[in-house]
């Protein structure tokens, strides 16, 4: 039995990877991560989104989870996103999955006005189709790394590479042009961090499984 983890940055893979999971790293690339969730998923039981994101909803707050309901058109395995649920602590409502980073807080109140969705990231929607497809469960918990009132500073729109690493030259190159975005792009770091500790407590709470038992 495998499982197939779909998130963005090779930092949130590193706390993903596992026995029985398969973590897929998008970078921004949908396309590509499309193709190789599409070319695992024979061998899958199912498809989980996991990983930071942005939030949709106020009162959300760096670290707080979120699990959907639904993404999109498609509604998640209800077992495994009450199982997830209860495990993280997590609101539950729908995520919305988007081709490009939503970083103004501006297009975000928009989106979550349009839409309902209590968080935005750039991988559940790809997860959600390829689960849809191969008749796969599916589940999407993401953690909140930026609130819905924070706008993300240029140098941290840059910052990721498609493979999901860290592209710090072009951090660099945005911060000499625009030295005073450097406050924001610090707070944007400590949201961050306080995201990524939320996401490795939460995977160790949920197991190796990610909170699918191997019967569903």
Not at 77 to 85: H, I
Not at 93 to 119: C, F, P, W
Not at 199 to 209: A, D, H, S
Request: proline share 6%.
């Amino acid at each position: 039995m495998m499982l197939l983890a779909a998130t963005g940055l090779r930092r949130e893979g590193r706390i993903l990877r596992g026995t029985g999971v398969r973590v897929i790293l998008g970078g921004g690339d949908q396309r590509r991560l499309e193709a190789e969730l599409d070319q695992a998923a024979p061998q899958a039981d199912g498809v989980i989104s996991i990983g930071i994101a942005g939030a949709l909803a106020p009162g959300l707050r760096p670290g707080d989870w979120v699990v959907a309901d639904a993404v999109g058109e498609v509604r998640a395995d209800p077992g495994w996103a009450a199982r997830l649920t209860e495990v993280l602590e997590a609101r539950r409502g729908s995520i919305a999955g988007t081709d490009a980073m939503v970083a103004e807080a501006a297009g975000k109140a928009a989106l979550h006005q349009a839409t309902g969705a209590l968080a935005v990231d750039m991988e559940s929607h790809v997860a959600a189709r390829v689960a849809q497809r191969h008749g796969l469960p599916f589940a999407a918990a993401r953690v909140i790394s930026d609130a819905a009132d924070h706008t993300l500073p240029p140098a941290a729109r840059v910052g990721m590479r498609p493979d999901g690493g860290m592209d710090l030259p072009a951090v660099l190159r945005s911060l000499a042009a625009d030295p005073r975005q450097l406050p924001a792009l610090i707070r944007t770091g400590i949201a961050a961090e306080r995201a990524f500790r939320a996401l490795l407590r939460g995977y160790r709470r949920l197991g190796p499984r990610l909170g699918r038992s191997v019967l569903g």
